[in-house]
């Protein structure tokens, strides 16, 4: 296998480097040293943009008739450079993002398993969703047709880097994987805050299209920084030859995308996560029985990796009391244990600090945590009001991305039911109860599955499992298509369409539709599933 390309600081416009543009320049900040990296980065020009969207449309042409096992092959063989190259994607996305190397190197596994997973969902077969009702001509009073049904690839996905995760939402993160298996081809918009780790990534795809010559078109990458950052990122959204995209980021840049995806002459689906509060119910049993238990967990999960994922834990909810106070003050201790952790970037620190200190000083709202603990980096903030405070501020139920996280202290039960019915959307929620809880419990479950797209059962809301059962979205303002997961094999659907096929000859039918069954997958035949043998 040939040894990976070096960091060149350039796209990679189908399969080759785009010519740098010298206004186009930028560098990545090392978030530790808040220092230039010492790679320049060349932003993709308006023209680059439209390069690589029109080889994609191009390479479309080829891959939605590529054979599974070929696109699962792409996958395998992306996954394996990936893995033989770690070392220097883990020092790279380490410098840029600040996050610890063993949290990129989790990161990383994740990203290689994502790839893999898919590979097997695509030869396996089933995600297609194959529909078969027979036709029956000597039916009346009108005969009926021979219907058949499966997905379809959409065309060219405009897939845009996270911050937070810059290998698994990324480059070769899951959306990429998902839409490459589906049969579209990707053109990635890199993310400002990690150009080298987005770059590497895509490199190893890259070089495994040519490899395995498939078109080149099937991936490109777009740097975005400096003054481009915005700019190529509204141009692949309003490109033509782009079907659909996929975004991960904040509420404020994700609805002005999908305003434009809306508003294109051919609209075309914006699947964006946005950022959640993922609001934690503790019920009064539990937290009587196991209020330290829970408080330290929650402590761990609030600050993990500075908080900034999108599951972690910003609103718990809990019932005034004695085991109330015990929890409320094991919750400070442990999280005051967390040492200061490096955000993202300054912007990211001085914007987490704005909307908290903006939250503390609305009247009724007290803090749990105290002082901020030594040396750079962000200390844990915990603050603490009233149910009756929480309702009448709705800016106390707005995400705070960073390591900190909001007590509502409920009067009672009831209370705990009405905030269920205020939630705004979330990706995921949390439910810690006892037996004595279990009335309680039902009660609120159900309504809090409204609001989320996961529920979790004595546990924390961050971890999310790459599993065929996981849904990684969920109601507004979480994500904008909440009948969607990022997450998992179903996560191809969000790049197809169904089709119908009536009265078509067998030769003319896709593999998966014929008679014989030559892919050997579970189909819907006449209202019974039919499992290979």
Same mark, same amino acid.
């Given at each position: 296998?040939?040894?990976?390309?070096?960091?060149?600081?350039?796209?990679?416009?189908?399969?080759?480097?785009?010519?740098?543009?010298?206004?186009?320049?930028?560098?990545?900040?090392?978030?530790?040293?808040?220092?230039?990296?010492?790679?320049?980065?060349?932003?993709?020009?308006?023209?680059?943009?439209?390069?690589?969207?029109?080889?994609?449309?191009?390479?479309?042409?080829?891959?939605?008739?590529?054979?599974?096992?070929?696109?699962?092959?792409?996958?395998?063989?992306?996954?394996?450079?990936? %893995?033989?190259?770690?070392?220097?994607?883990?020092?790279?996305?380490?410098?840029?993002?600040?996050?610890?190397?063993?949290?990129?190197?989790?990161?990383?596994?994740?990203?290689?398993?994502?790839?893999?997973?898919?590979?097997?969902?695509?030869?396996?077969?089933?995600?297609?969703?194959?529909?078969?009702?027979?036709?029956?001509?000597?039916?009346?009073?009108?005969?009926?047709?021979?219907?058949?049904?499966?997905?379809?690839?959409?065309?060219?996905?405009?897939?845009?880097?996270?911050?937070?995760?810059?290998?698994?939402?990324?480059?070769?993160?899951?959306?990429?994987?998902?839409?490459?298996?589906?049969?579209?081809?990707?053109?990635?918009?890199?993310?400002?805050?990690?150009?080298?780790?987005?770059?590497?990534?895509?490199?190893?795809?890259?070089?495994?299209?040519?490899?395995?010559?498939?078109?080149?078109?099937?991936?490109?990458?777009?740097?975005?920084?400096?003054?481009?950052?915005?700019?190529?990122?509204?141009?692949?959204?309003?490109?033509?030859?782009?079907?659909?995209?996929?975004?991960?980021?904040?509420?404020?840049?994700?609805?002005?995308?999908?305003?434009?995806?809306?508003?294109?002459?051919?609209?075309?689906?914006?699947?964006?996560?946005?950022?959640?509060?993922?609001?934690?119910?503790?019920?009064?049993?539990?937290?009587?029985?196991?209020?330290?238990?829970?408080?330290?967990?929650?402590?761990?999960?609030?600050?993990?990796?500075?908080?900034?994922?999108?599951?972690?834990?910003?609103?718990?909810?809990?019932?005034?009391?004695?085991?109330?106070?015990?929890?409320?003050?094991?919750?400070?201790?442990?999280?005051?244990?967390?040492?200061?952790?490096?955000?993202?970037?300054?912007?990211?620190?001085?914007?987490?600090? %704005?909307?908290?200190?903006?939250?503390?000083?609305?009247?009724?709202?007290? %803090?749990?945590?105290?002082?901020?603990?030594?040396?750079?980096?962000?200390?844990?903030?915990?603050?603490?009001?009233?149910?009756?405070?929480?309702?009448?501020?709705?800016?106390?139920?707005?995400?705070?991305?960073?390591?900190?996280?909001?007590?509502?202290?409920?009067?009672?039960?009831?209370?705990?039911?009405?905030?269920?019915?205020?939630?705004?959307?979330?990706?995921?929620?949390?439910?810690?109860?006892?037996?004595?809880?279990?009335?309680?419990?039902?009660?609120?479950?159900?309504?809090?599955?409204?609001?989320?797209?996961?529920?979790?059962?004595?546990?924390?809301?961050?971890?999310?499992?790459?599993?065929?059962?996981?849904?990684?979205?969920?109601?507004?303002?979480?994500?904008?298509?909440?009948?969607?997961?990022?997450?998992?094999?179903?996560?191809?659907?969000?790049?197809?369409?169904?089709?119908?096929?009536?009265?078509?000859? *067998?030769?003319?039918?896709?593999? *998966?539709?014929?008679?014989?069954?030559?892919?050997?997958?579970?189909?819907?035949?006449?209202?019974?599933?039919?499992?290979?043998?």
């Amino acid at each position: 296998m040939p040894d990976r390309a070096p960091l060149r600081g350039l796209s990679i416009v189908a399969g080759q480097d785009a010519t740098p543009v010298p206004e186009h320049a930028f560098r990545a900040t090392a978030a530790a040293r808040g220092a230039p990296t010492d790679t320049v980065f060349h932003s993709a020009s308006a023209r680059d943009v439209d390069a690589a969207a029109r080889a994609a449309a191009q390479a479309f042409g080829v891959l939605r008739e590529l054979a599974p096992e070929r696109r699962a092959t792409l996958l395998e063989r992306s996954a394996e450079r990936l %893995e033989s190259h770690s070392a220097p994607l883990i020092d790279v996305a380490s410098e840029e993002t600040g996050l610890a190397a063993p949290r990129i190197a989790s990161e990383l596994a994740r990203t290689v398993f994502q790839l893999r997973l898919y590979a097997a969902t695509l030869r396996e077969g089933s995600w297609v969703e194959a529909l078969i009702d027979h036709g029956d001509p000597a039916r009346t009073p009108l005969p009926k047709p021979d219907l058949r049904a499966m997905l379809v690839p959409l065309g060219p996905v405009a897939v845009f880097g996270a911050s937070n995760f810059p290998l698994a939402y990324s480059s070769a993160g899951g959306d990429t994987a998902s839409a490459l298996a589906a049969g579209c081809p990707v053109l990635v918009k890199g993310h400002p805050l990690h150009p080298g780790t987005g770059e590497l990534a895509a490199r190893a795809i890259a070089e495994s299209v040519r490899e395995l010559e498939l078109p080149a078109g099937t991936l490109s990458f777009l740097h975005a920084g400096g003054g481009r950052a915005r700019a190529v990122g509204e141009e692949l959204v309003q490109h033509p030859a782009i079907r659909a995209a996929g975004f991960t980021g904040s509420q404020q840049g994700g609805m002005a995308l999908a305003r434009l995806a809306a508003a294109r002459p051919e609209p075309i689906p914006f699947f964006g996560e946005l950022g959640s509060v993922n609001p934690t119910f503790v019920l009064p049993a539990a937290l009587a029985r196991r209020g330290a238990a829970i408080a330290e967990a929650l402590a761990a999960s609030i600050t993990n990796s500075a908080g900034q994922m999108c599951t972690r834990p910003g609103l718990v909810f809990v019932v005034a009391g004695e085991a109330e106070r015990a929890f409320a003050s094991a919750l400070a201790a442990a999280a005051g244990r967390v040492a200061p952790q490096v955000q993202l970037s300054a912007d990211h620190a001085r914007s987490w600090s %704005e909307r908290v200190a903006a939250q503390r000083a609305l009247p009724g709202v007290g %803090e749990l945590t105290g002082a901020p603990q030594p040396g750079p980096g962000s200390s844990a903030r915990l603050l603490r009001t009233s149910f009756a405070v929480w309702r009448a501020r709705p800016e106390l139920g707005e995400e705070c991305f960073g390591p900190s996280a909001l007590l509502v202290v409920c009067d009672d039960a009831g209370q705990l039911e009405q905030a269920v019915e205020h939630l705004a959307g979330a990706l995921a929620g949390a439910l810690w109860s006892d037996a004595a809880d279990a009335e309680l419990a039902r009660r609120l479950a159900p309504r809090l599955a409204a609001r989320v797209g996961r529920l979790v059962h004595d546990g924390v809301t961050t971890g999310v499992e790459v599993a065929s059962a996981m849904v990684h979205g969920g109601p507004l303002p979480s994500s904008t298509r909440p009948d969607s997961t990022a997450v998992g094999p179903r996560a191809l659907r969000r790049w197809c369409r169904p089709v119908s096929f009536q009265n078509l000859p *067998e030769a003319l039918l896709p593999e *998966e539709l014929r008679e014989a069954n030559p892919r050997r997958i579970a189909r819907l035949v006449d209202g019974r599933w039919q499992l290979p043998v």
